[in-house]
């Protein structure tokens, strides 16, 4: 039995990368909300990384499963989530999905 998915949002950091991360709590995560929700998104989190890190700020989403994300990114709002990113990073994102097969 499946016990969800998560996906890690990750954004590099470089000695000139940008992250406004005003907008992103203000602005793109509710956005994210509001199109993926319906899909099964559960809850997400955003953590700012330590200055020795080699990303800014990790977003981590909890899916039903892996299928519901899968489903999520079909949707045509979800080129507007992908589209704002300009909007908030000068860096593109790395993403890392999987099933959840462990919890605590």
């Known amino acids: 039995m ?4 998560t996906v890690s949002v ?6 000139s990368s940008t992250f406004d991360i005003s ?3 203000s602005t ?4 994210v909300a509001d199109t993926w929700t319906k899909y099964g998104l559960k ?8 200055v020795d890190a080699p990303y800014s700020v990790h977003a981590l ?6 299928e519901a994300f899968a489903e999520a990114l079909k949707d045509e709002g979800t080129a507007k989530v992908m589209g704002d990113v300009e909007n ?7 993403l890392l999905q999987g099933e959840v097969i462990g919890r605590g």
């Open 61 to 66: 989403m909890e899916w039903e499963s892996q």
């Open 2 to 5: 499946s016990k969800g998915a």
């Open 43 to 50: 809850s997400w989190s955003v953590t700012q990384l330590s």
């Open 28 to 31: 793109h995560m509710p956005l």
């Open 88 to 94: 908030f990073s000068s860096e593109k994102p790395v």
């Open 23 to 25: 907008y992103y709590l």
């Open 10 to 15: 990750l954004y590099p950091k470089t000695a």
